[in-house]
């Protein structure tokens, strides 16, 4: 098994197994040189699991192998989620097998394009006939041009150093690296919206209630914005 970063169970606290996709997704969640897994997932599942009095096993897998270890009851629960609808109706086994908890984050879809672009880049319908950097295999709007990139660290630097006018990414992987790597690119208000949250294995069913009151309360506190702001406020750890 590949290095993990895990709270260690202690006598009998209780102990979720925690699905992590490689390679990471900056600044969601990834894997230092040390094995510990950091990101805005990560902390916050720390913190509800410290609210719950769990221990967590972070176990870093492909996501294929991630599904199926899923499916056969070897992970408890997955980080940072898209509603099942739109990310994995073709894996009946596993859409009969997930829970999911309340929403905890919304991820926005934003267009990054050149300071000195005169034509507004707020809307999709703007870009019609464009070519724009994209991530290999993910959905762009049929009217764009697209040209595949590996990543969205590659979509950043591009538009950056002017090799290509616009690029789509998440807005905030966007404002990491533009405010992490002090790159040069405006940011535009979000395209698309998709809201983020936990899955739970069902045999896991009867801590969804206690996730969702403890996400519930990171939120009133304030505590669920102080720390993305850690990531994505200019003050990077």
């Known amino acids: ?30 894997q230092d040189t040390d094995g510990h897994f950091r990101g805005i997932y990560a902390d916050i599942l720390r913190m509800i699991a410290q609210r719950l009095e769990v221990t967590l096993e972070f176990i870093p897998l492909t996501q294929a192998r991630l599904i199926r270890q899923f499916e056969i009851g070897q992970l408890d629960l997955e980080v940072g989620v898209v ?10 086994t596993l859409s009969s097998l997930s829970l999911f908890t309340q929403s905890f984050w919304v991820v926005n879809n934003v ?34 041009v697209r040209e595949d990139f590996t990543n969205q660290w590659q979509i950043a630097q591009r538009v950056h150093r002017g090799w290509n006018e616009i690029g789509l990414m998440t807005e905030s992987v966007a404002l990491y690296y533009q405010r992490r790597h002090q790159l040069n690119y405006k940011i535009s208000l979000p395209y698309a919206s998709d809201p983020v949250s936990f899955r739970l294995h ?36």
């Not at 209630?209 to 406020?233: H, M, P, W």
Request: aromatic share 8%; charged share 25%.
């Open 83 to 92: 509603e099942e609808s739109k990310q994995n109706a073709p894996h009946s």
């Open 111 to 144: 267009i990054i394009y050149r300071p000195e672009l005169s034509f507004p880049i707020f809307i999709l319908p703007d870009l019609k006939g464009k070519t724009v950097a994209a991530v290999r295999g993910r959905p762009v709007p049929e009217h764009l």
């Open 1 to 30: 098994m590949d290095k993990t970063s895990a709270i260690k169970p202690m006598n009998d606290t209780p102990r979720l197994r925690v699905g992590m996709p490689l390679p990471g997704a900056v600044p969601f969640f990834w």
């Open 202 to 237: 069902r045999n896991q069913a009867h801590r969804l209630a206690d996730f969702n009151r403890v996400i519930s309360e990171l939120e009133q506190e304030g505590l669920l914005d102080k720390l993305v702001c850690l990531y994505l406020c200019g003050k990077s750890r």
